[in-house]
């Protein structure tokens, strides 16, 4: 499926998605992306629609090709203190301030969004699955995302997060169970409540 290479005609715009709103371990991380008005990718969906070692390769091409691009994260500890729908606002405000061009309207995946430094803003409902701009932001988000908690599964690999990235798969709210929660983990979910951090 071809996806809208943009909303406006003359306007810079920056599509902007997060991650890892749902986990129960690590950052919330958000990405935003201006492409050229001319750019198409064919290949470029939403992150939930394409393998590891396809996003992987997407990431580099997205990069190459982004009149600008960033990352913006929040990490558990901050997801902990203002809630998990202020920090996807929050890594959402920090990947924007990141850009290098000023976006002159903003591609938000979802219903809702924090307005931010006044920039005018659409929030798109499945926009990950619309518009190559915000499909390109999620695909940097989850890449990024991904390979911190790869990184953090060393001396943790009982939560197995190489492989759920944090996210409450079994194998993970069985280990929690058994072994308590980390520093990584966020204290005010359902099941990392009241445990013993090891």
Known sequence: MN?????????????????????????IVAAAVIFPKNYKNHE??????????????????IKENALSWSIGECCNKEVDKINCKNASFLAMHR????LNIKPELLLIDGHIYKPHNFIP?????KGDSKFLS???????AKEYR?????????GFEVYNWRNNVGYA???????????GITEYHRKTFG????????
């Open 169 to 179: 798969t079994k194998n993970h709210i069985d280990s929690i169970k058994n072994y």
């Open 121 to 125: 803003y659409n929030c798109i409902i």
């Open 191 to 198: 099941i990392c409540k009241n445990k013993k951090i090891i």
């Open 95 to 98: 990947a924007i301030d990141k």
């Open 44 to 61: 470029i969906q939403d992150s939930k629609q394409i393998n590891k070692y396809k996003r992987k390769e997407l990431s580099k091409e």
């Open 134 to 140: 915000i499909a390109a932001a999620s695909i940097l």
């Open 3 to 27: 996806l809208i290479s943009s909303f406006t005609k003359n306007l810079i715009e920056a599509g902007c998605d997060e991650v890892g709103v749902g986990s129960l371990a690590g950052p």
């Open 146 to 154: 991904d390979n911190i908690m790869i990184k953090l599964d060393k």
